[in-house]
């Protein structure tokens, strides 16, 4: 496709975007493939390399960097990297697919201001911090001072949620579920299935 879109989904850690995303990609009509990033930091439990994640060491990821073979990166929390590969993009394209990003929010709207014309930019805001810190815990992969830390950065992203296209409040899954459908279906065009 040579009009091939790409769809941000940013958000505080825990405010569950990934979990949106997920659905998302479930549904074929929208034709969206995941971009996955690369990363400095190590697996989770679960975690797969070359499908959540291009898990690189530091060293590795400092020299793509060097390389320029990101669009963006940043260093989200301390020696932990993550940045989105040039050719992760060009391979969703080729594929004739849109881009979807479950990124954070200095990435996403670096994504934004690369690609104006083509980027749909979505907020996925939690509702309240307190609720946000109550799923972290309950989520149990991170220990009390890495939960600390997303807390107190989730206050700063929520700062910059007006500069996104549109924000979903996600306090009612199901409700924010569909939001995001609808949003993402109307962006791409897609033809909705028939019940
Ligand atoms: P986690 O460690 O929970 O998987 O991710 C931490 C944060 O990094 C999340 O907000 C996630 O969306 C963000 N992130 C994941 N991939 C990228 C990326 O390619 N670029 C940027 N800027 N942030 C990312």
């Known amino acids: 496709m040579d009009e091939g879109k790409l769809i941000v ?25 995941f971009s996955i990033s690369a990363t400095s930091r190590s697996p989770r439990e679960n975690e797969v390399d ?39 993009v060009e391979r969703i394209w080729k594929e004739g697919k849109h881009v979807i990003f479950d990124i954070d929010v200095v990435g996403g709207l670096d994504i934004k201001n690369i690609y104006p014309e083509r980027t749909l ?5 939690p509702p309240s911090i307190e609720e946000l810190k ?36 996600n306090k009612h899954l199901g409700t924010a579920l569909k939001e995001a459908y609808n949003l993402v279906s109307e962006y791409v065009g897609a ?3 028939s019940e």
């Open 191 to 193: 033809e909705k299935p």
């Open 9 to 33: 989904f940013s958000a505080p850690s825990g405010s569950g975007k990934t979990t949106i995303v997920r659905h998302l990609l479930r549904n074929p009509e929208l034709k969206l493939d």
């Open 134 to 169: 109550i799923r972290l815990k309950k989520r149990k992969t991170e220990t009390d001072d890495k939960i600390n830390m997303r807390v107190a950065k989730a206050s700063i992203e929520l700062a910059t949620a007006p500069q996104f296209d549109f924000i979903i409040e």
């Open 121 to 125: 930019a979505v907020f996925v805001k």
């Open 50 to 88: 070359g499908k959540d994640y291009y898990f690189l060491s530091l060293s590795d990821f400092k020299q793509k960097i060097k390389n320029d073979e990101f669009l963006e990166w940043e260093e989200v929390y301390r020696d932990n990297f993550y940045g989105t590969l040039k050719s992760e």
